[in-house]
């Protein structure tokens, strides 16, 4: 497997950047356009893209309206049990559909028109999440307390297809170099809708209640159908419908063949999918919150903790995405996903509130090395295999949240050690993992130059 770059020259004024790929020993060249000189990107020229702005803000309210809901569904489970476990597995219910979703229904951004499957999730989530709200109005506590966590599955199922579809559409919306400033734009978009949607989240459901928080979270899969709808041009189906399918199995085979036997993609989804190690602060958020020294309210605290990760990845987003140069970003992945894990350690000396935020911003700032690992993901795919190869990285990475995020909450709930301790350990757990997938990458590196000094 052989990984290189350089410059070569497509046509007068034009230049174009080659990266090439060994896949199963069998190289391939993957070109990336991009007008005039690579370093003329700019974030003007991304907003200048009136597809591309349709995308983030309908984005930006999507992931707001979610956390809010998300929020709401803790606090509102936490205050009904007060056990750790089941605020956990609410939490989790949001990662673990990808099990379903991520696998088996993310093809469907390559089977169907893209922006038509966007379309379809958002207004089926926009009913369920209605339905939800009257679940609340009509139906005792304890009963629409479990009908709500089951409707929040579903709407977490489609949540799979739209992303699978809005991952594999960028790269055509956002050619060459433009792409990588519009991932760190959307990073920080994903990072800034958490940050806002869990803080004023928290605000929200202690003033308002669990109602107003879901109706505005069906608000925004409105506007978001809309905006995808009227400003995003539709395109054709990336796959070829007319030379038929295989069947569900064999494709599903065909792409987890994709992204696991080629050593690059299998280190670039491991590397995305230590996520699980550094978003325990957020799952544990209430009980963690809840053992703080502080005078403001839990509902506040949780939502302030819960916005502490994802305020420090938006910062980190801007930062690496546009001062730190391409080469350097390469360099830095491994680094930087140590420190997003081994950060967390600093949680095993029970902080205060102002430290612990401090803590869980700065191991979120870290975790921008998934910008440099998604560029260099979607570089390595087939266009007309974009959407099941984001969808299988993406549904590993929301499963072994959700996964790691039960464990955590059932060890916890068994008072063998505190939310404090969990972080911790989770952290230090990451940060081991993340030091051996940087090590393989170094070794694969030098094996790579080795190979091409020789030749």
């Not at 995405?321 to 350690?345: D, E, F, I, N, T």
């Not at 301790?421 to 790579?448: D, E, F, H, K, N």
Request: aromatic share 8%; proline share 5%.
């Amino acid at each position: 497997m052989t990984l290189s770059n350089h410059v070569a020259t497509a046509s007068p004024g034009v230049r174009t950047r080659d990266l090439e790929i060994a896949v199963d020993r069998a190289a391939r060249t993957v070109i990336i356009r991009t007008p005039g000189d690579i370093g003329q990107a700019t974030y003007r020229a991304v907003f200048g893209v009136t597809e591309f702005r349709a995308l983030w803000l309908a984005q930006l309210l999507s992931v707001a309206g979610d956390q809010l809901a998300r929020v709401a569904m803790t606090v509102l489970v936490y205050d009904h049990t007060h056990s750790a476990l089941w605020t956990a597995l609410t939490y989790a219910v949001t990662f673990l559909p990808w099990v379903v979703g991520g696998v088996a229904l993310s093809g469907l951004a390559d089977r169907l028109p893209r922006r038509q499957v966007m379309v379809a999730c958002d207004v089926a989530r926009f009913f369920l999440v209605c339905l939800m709200a009257l679940v609340s109005l009509e139906v005792p506590l304890t009963p629409a307390l479990w009908i709500m966590v089951a409707l929040l599955f579903v709407v977490t199922l489609l949540d799979s297809p739209f992303k699978a579809a809005r991952s594999a559409m960028l790269p055509d919306v956002l050619p060459g170099e433009r792409y990588v400033l519009g991932i760190a734009v959307t990073q920080t978009t994903i990072q800034v809708g958490m940050a806002a949607g869990f803080a004023v989240g928290g605000v929200i459901v202690a003033v308002t209640g669990v109602r107003t928080a879901l109706l505005v979270d069906a608000g925004t899969f409105a506007a978001s159908a809309w905006l995808i709808h009227f400003c995003v041009r539709q395109r054709p189906a990336a796959a070829n419908t007319a030379a038929g399918h295989p069947s569900r199995h064999t494709e599903i085979a065909a792409g987890i063949r994709l992204v696991f036997r080629n050593h690059t993609l299998r280190t670039l989804t491991l590397l995305g999918w230590l996520v699980a190690f550094y978003v325990v602060p957020e799952a544990l958020a209430a009980p963690y919150a809840s053992g703080l020294r502080s005078a403001l309210p839990i509902a506040v605290s949780t939502g302030l903790i819960f916005a502490a990760g994802p305020f420090g990845a938006a910062v980190g987003a801007v930062v690496f995405g546009r001062m730190v140069p391409s080469p350097s970003r390469q360099r830095l992945m491994g680094p930087l996903a140590v420190a997003a894990c081994g950060l967390l350690l600093l949680c095993w000396l029970r902080p205060g509130l102002i430290a612990s935020l401090a803590i869980i911003a700065a191991s979120g700032a870290c975790a921008s090395y998934q910008l440099a690992a998604n560029a260099t993901f979607v570089a390595a795919v087939p266009a007309e295999r974009r959407g099941q190869a984001f969808g299988l990285a993406n549904g590993g990475m929301q499963v072994s949240q959700g996964l790691w995020i039960v464990l955590a909450g059932a060890v916890v709930t068994s008072n063998a050690i505190t939310p404090a301790a969990a972080i911790a350990i989770s952290g230090g757990l990451g940060a081991v993992l993340a030091a051996a997938l940087a090590t393989s990458m170094i070794r694969q590196l030098t094996s790579t130059c080795t190979g091409q000094r020789s030749s």
